[in-house]
């Protein structure tokens, strides 16, 4: 031996290992340590690090470390004392598992091998020891497919051919029902499956059988489907780096009717209740339970099956919840009666339970309330906000009963297998990925669809586990669907279901509907409503909405909005009654006939104003003056071609049959009484009483594709827009400013109280501000007059425009407040158009790395953030009690919110549904 040997500890006993460092020992890893050195029963075991993983790795031709195996050697050797067996030993063998385990829970990514230690000669110490050859020869095939699968890259069907062909000619359909000699067969037939495709014959020596699955699992964490998950879910080297191997004493949940294996959680993960959850199946190994292919029964039964055990589960449930101070999903499995904790890591939950656990935890004095803010990924609320089947629907008749795996209702066109819901998905369609049973190859298919339906497995499965994980709707199970693959069809009873036919399906009920059902907004729950109101007192920043009409605005009060911080004129403008009013105003010819328009506008305004307010009050409603280019209310020259092109057409057929009806009168001046009778000239008169009006309509026409050639612009969101507008056209925002200050006098008059803004939009020097400013106080001084009331609002500047940034400190001379309108200044900052960058060159960057993100998604801290933060900075230099905010798409955006924080904004302000994550995302911000 070299004198090399390496000073690095890579192993860990369970009884020794840090508990809390679940980089280095992996989150399995450092919960066995932990709950060992608790006091719970855990079969005996030790870690091997990621270290040593990451070691293996790095080496040139994949070398476990030096002085590794000699390490595990005596890890060996201790669990040979502490068990009484010896591994390898003929007469009391011991078993154990080789387990992976990485820093974050990768569920079902790495796989393990079971019953390792198993070879010609411990078997037969198995059948002595238990004297039961059929659990001996169960165990040893289970070792064989495993050790195949995992260690020597043998696919599974090799292995289950075999296994089929055994039980086909025996006759036997349940596994159960195989006997000793059987599986005894089926051992022997595996044995040479792996001859077959290594030209070797199985691994005999224990402790090389140890090293190959040692290197094997290591070998995974490079593998594809590990490398895809991290990739999609964004796990960094940061975050996992390695996996751990942890080495596990066996222990049989299969030794008969006082043995069994289930997994659990100390709380419903659907619904947050505080009542044990999980399934439970007797006689059988734990992967049974996992991969759905016996149906395992609700945890529930086993108070009356195994009353005794399952008392001890509920003090499992105690002891960890107590300690993790956190949700747990557990595995175990009882042992001719003793119950053995294999596993615990924190519970997933999709986001209804996250809330309603939170909540319970802290009134139960379990957690505190920053905790029970902190444990809540803001993002996730979105789940909460997922459509669900319209009540009206609860009594239409399902094809299918499933049972209810993740929460939600989903419609879509069925795909058959992952890859075809992936190639739909793309293209844009709704998908619903129908299986059998779903596996970790699956996964991009989990990604494009919008809800999961498998025939096989239970609430436990793949399927609902990886489902819930992403809050998309899941029925597990639908026993009576028979999927055939290959057919591309699905049956249930006499109906027939191909790919791509429409269905429903419900993850609340389990329920499975042919066609498209009409889906309900989600609700709040109470819970929700109280996290919510925690969150409130815990954060700095106000949330409010961006809303345009009363409704928008009755919406956003039931999300919790605290006022509305962009209300953008325009959409008010863009009804069928309106537009032709704001259409007068654009095409008038003189100063009288636009304001004869813009008269007819105001009350329609005014009215909309009022509503908002009232609806808002006392709450801050701050409204945007007119903003597009006003070309964008004219149609299109493209259109109005076409249409003039038609009517010219139309116009010389007219022209055409008053000729024809004149002319036959000339050949036949007898017919002149008859002439109304001729059926042409009953047309013509029919289409137009007036020809004239035709070439009326030809000349409006013509009238307006010269006003919107006149208006055209070369780049018009650069062009004639915002204050711009305002300035050239005074009337315009005359009319608006005048709306909303008669709106105001008008609540005042009524004794409600309301806090109105007035924003500019555009704005890139003070000179423009202060003349939108003296147009106001004109207009203040008339309204106070003609009302006899004072009127109390706001002014301010929206900031949008680099050079506004840049000039923050003599804009805040003349606005109140700022808000920073992030759509426009994102495009400004990176002279980026959004369309172009979006569907050009954007997703090249982000591929390669060029920008991290898309910036109209993710606030640009690093370069926008600066601008945002002089504006700030600057424009309080000036005035110190300015009033800023936010009102882009970003508001909405946890990150974005907490750079909000950061730099002391005021409010945040986004779409509705998106308040209650921005609520959330403010207390995260004030609390971390
Ligand atoms: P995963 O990371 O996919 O959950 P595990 O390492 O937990 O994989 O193992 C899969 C299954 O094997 C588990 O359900 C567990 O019950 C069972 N298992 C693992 N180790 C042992 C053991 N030492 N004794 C009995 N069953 C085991
Ligand atoms: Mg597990
Ligand atoms: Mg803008």
Redesign the pocket.
């Known amino acids: 031996m070299d004198a090399k040997v390496s000073n690095t500890q890579y192993v860990f006993s369970f009884h020794d290992g840090d508990g809390k460092n679940k980089k280095l020992l992996g989150g ?1 890893g450092a919960n066995l340590c932990e709950m060992t050195q608790m006091g719970l029963n855990v ?1 005996p ?1 030790f870690v091997i690090s990621t270290e040593a993983c990451l070691a293996y790795l790095d080496s040139n031709d994949n070398q476990l470390p030096d002085g590794l195996m000699a390490m595990v050697k005596k890890q060996m050797q201790a669990l040979e004392k502490e068990t009484g067996k010896g591994f390898g030993d003929a007469e009391h063998p011991l078993l ?2 080789v ?3 990485s820093a974050m829970s990768m ?6 091998i ?1 019953n390792l230690g198993l070879n010609a000669s411990t078997l037969n110490g198995v059948i002595k020891q238990t004297g039961d050859a059929r659990f001996a020869y169960d165990a040893y095939r289970r070792f064989i497919q495993l050790f195949g699968k995992v260690a020597l890259n043998i696919a599974d069907e090799a292995f289950d051919s075999q296994f089929e062909e055994v039980k086909q000619h025996v006759g036997i359909k349940d596994d159960v029902g195989l006997r000793a000699d059987h599986l005894k067969d089926i051992s022997e037939r595996f044995l040479d499956v792996v001859k077959q495709h290594t030209g070797q014959a199985f691994p005999e020596d224990p402790y090389e059988q140890l090293e190959i699955a040692v290197q094997a699992v290591f070998k995974s964490w490079m593998g594809k489907r590990a490398v895809d998950y991290r990739r999609e879910f964004n796990i960094t080297q940061d975050m996992a780096n390695g996996t751990a191997v ?1 080495i ?6 299969n030794r008969g009717n006082d043995s069994a ?1 289930g ?1 659990a959680f100390t709380r419903n993960p659907a619904t947050g209740e505080n009542k044990l959850f999980g399934e439970y199946l007797v006689n059988a ?3 049974d ?2 991969a759905g292919i016996r149906t395992p029964k609700p945890i529930q039964n086993m108070a009356d099956e195994m009353p005794d055990l399952y008392q001890q589960l509920e003090t499992l449930r105690a002891n960890l919840e107590n300690h993790y101070r956190e949700i747990q999903d557990f ?3 009882i042992e001719k009666g003793k119950l ?1 904790c ?2 615990t890591r924190n519970g997933k939950m999709n986001t209804t339970a996250m809330v309603r656990t939170s909540v319970e935890m802290e009134n139960a004095g379990v957690i505190d309330r920053k905790q029970a803010l902190l444990r809540i990924d803001p993002h996730s609320l979105e789940q909460m906000l997922y459509p669900r089947l319209d009540d009206s629907e609860l009594g239409s008749t399902s094809l299918a009963q499933g049972l209810p795996a993740s929460p939600g209702a989903a419609c879509g066109h069925i795909a058959f297998d992952a890859d075809r819901a992936e190639m739909l998905g793309k293209q844009g369609q709704r998908i619903i990925l129908v299986r059998d049973e779903t596996k970790p190859e699956d996964i991009h298919g989990f990604f494009a669809s919008q809800g999961i339906l498998t025939s096989r497995g239970g609430k436990t499965s793949h399927a609902a586990v990886v489902a819930r994980g992403m809050g998309k709707p899941c029925v597990a199970g639908a026993e009576g669907i028979h999927v055939d693959v290959q057919l591309r069809e699905a049956h249930i009873g006499d109906t027939v279901l191909k790919e791509g036919d429409l269905i429903t399906i419900d993850g609340s009920s389990g329920k499975v509907y042919l066609g498209e059902l009409p889906m309900m907004e989600a609700e709040f729950t109470p819970e929700l409503e109280t996290l919510l109101q925690w969150a409130d007192e815990a954060a700095c920043l106000k949330v409010m909405a961006n809303a345009d009409t009363k409704e928008d605005a009755q919406r956003a009060l039931k999300y919790g909005a605290m006022g509305i911080g962009l209300c953008r004129t325009e959409r008010m403008f863009n009804t069928s009654e309106r537009l032709p009013l704001v259409i007068e105003m654009i095409v008038a010819e003189n100063g009288e006939q636009r304001q004869q328009a813009l008269d007819r506008l105001l009350p329609i305004q005014r009215s909309d104003f009022q509503g908002l307010f009232e609806t808002m009050a006392p709450a801050q409603v701050t409204i945007r003056l007119l903003d597009p280019p006003i070309h964008e209310f004219l149609p299109s020259e493209q259109q109005l071609l076409s249409d003039l092109d038609e009517l010219k057409h139309l116009y010389s057929i007219v022209r055409g049959m008053e000729v024809m009806v004149d002319a036959e009168q000339l050949v036949n001046p007898a017919a002149d009484k008859a002439r109304n009778s001729i059926p042409q000239r009953r047309l013509t008169d029919r289409i137009f009483s007036d020809p004239k009006s035709v070439a009326d309509t030809i000349s409006k026409k013509e009238a307006m594709l010269k006003k919107v050639r006149m208006l055209h612009e070369v780049n018009p969101m650069l062009g004639h827009r915002g204050v711009r507008l305002g300035i050239t056209f005074p009337e315009i925002y005359g009319m608006q400013i005048r709306a909303i200050l008669e709106a105001t006098a008008e609540c005042t008059k009524k004794g409600i109280e309301i806090n109105p803004q007035i924003m500019v939009p555009q704005v890139c020097t003070a000179s423009e501000l202060k003349r939108i400013r003296s147009l106001v106080d004109e207009i203040q001084t008339e309204v106070e007059q003609q009302h006899k009331v004072k009127l109390e609002f706001k002014f301010g500047s929206m900031i949008e425009v680099v050079r506004a940034c840049m000039r923050a400190d003599t804009l805040a001379e003349v606005a109140d407040f700022f808000s920073f309108g992030t759509n426009d200044l994102s495009q400004a900052t990176f002279s980026f158009s959004r369309e172009d960058a979006e569907n050009k060159f954007l997703p090249f960057y982000n591929e390669n790395g060029i920008l991290l993100d898309n910036p109209f998604e993710v606030l640009d801290i690093k370069g926008l953030g600066k601008l945002m933060k002089i504006a700030v900075d600057w424009g309080r230099n000036t005035r110190k009690d300015l009033s800023v905010g936010i009102c882009g798409e970003h508001g909405g955006h946890p990150q974005s919110i907490r750079f909000c924080h950061d730099i002391g904004l005021d409010y945040v302000s986004c779409s509705a549904p998106r308040v209650p994550i921005a609520r959330l995302a403010a207390a995260h911000a004030a609390l971390l």
């Open positions: 399995k079969p075991g154990v598992s387990r992976s385990g569920p079902g990514m790495m796989d393990t079971l942890n596990v004493t066996m222990v049989f949940g294996t997994v190994q734990g992967e339970v996992v595995e175990f499995t053995y294999l596993q």
